[in-house]
């Protein structure tokens, strides 16, 4: 199970307010999930669980294995994501976090940046959050 750094020890909101509460773990969880991608795509590992599943490009996978398998499997070695846009909100009673991300993509060598959008459903587990939902989308400029 993944700790993303001190995310551990924000305890799920269970009584939202106007902040929501889910600002700070958002921004941690974001954080953590991409330096791992662009660092090592096995170490995600952690971050999912055998319910969890993955929306890549429209091709879905589900459970621990077959999403890292997916991951592993993208065409490029290299990359770098830049996060332009963070929105979070509560999603259940529970303590689950709806995250929307936008932002830059560099692969490889590519000098020119892709936009993407990606969507995280958080759930609460053990103290900590788990990806329940990972929908992710390159963005194509308009035609």
Same mark, same amino acid.
């Given at each position: 199970?993944?700790?993303?750094? !001190?995310? #551990?020890?924000?305890? &799920?909101?269970?009584? &939202?307010?106007?902040?929501?509460?889910?600002? +700070? $773990?958002?921004? *941690?969880?974001? /954080?953590?999930?991409?330096?791992?991608?662009?660092?090592?795509?096995?170490? @995600?590992?952690? @971050?999912?669980?055998?319910?969890? =599943? %993955?929306?890549? /490009?429209?091709? $879905?996978?589900?459970?621990?294995?077959?999403?890292?398998?997916? @991951? +592993? /499997? @993208?065409?490029?070695? *290299?990359?770098?994501?830049?996060?332009?846009? %963070?929105?979070?909100?509560? !999603?259940?009673?529970?303590?689950?976090? %709806?995250?929307?991300? !936008?932002?830059?993509?560099?692969? /490889?060598?590519?000098?020119? $940046? =892709?936009?993407?959008?990606?969507?995280?459903?958080?759930? $609460?587990?053990?103290?900590?959050?788990?990806?329940?939902?990972?929908?992710?989308?390159?963005?194509?400029? #308009?035609?």
């Amino acid at each position: 199970m993944a700790d993303f750094e !001190s995310i #551990a020890s924000t305890p &799920p909101t269970h009584n &939202p307010t106007i902040n929501h509460g889910t600002d +700070q $773990p958002a921004e *941690q969880f974001v /954080e953590f999930y991409y330096k791992a991608f662009d660092s090592d795509r096995n170490s @995600l590992a952690a @971050l999912y669980g055998h319910d969890s =599943m %993955l929306t890549f /490009e429209a091709s $879905p996978s589900q459970g621990v294995g077959n999403i890292i398998q997916k @991951l +592993q /499997e @993208l065409p490029f070695k *290299q990359v770098q994501h830049q996060v332009a846009t %963070l929105d979070a909100q509560p !999603s259940d009673e529970r303590g689950g976090i %709806l995250v929307v991300v !936008s932002g830059a993509l560099l692969v /490889e060598e590519e000098r020119r $940046p =892709m936009s993407y959008a990606q969507t995280f459903q958080l759930k $609460p587990r053990d103290g900590s959050y788990y990806v329940f939902n990972d929908v992710f989308r390159l963005v194509y400029p #308009a035609a």
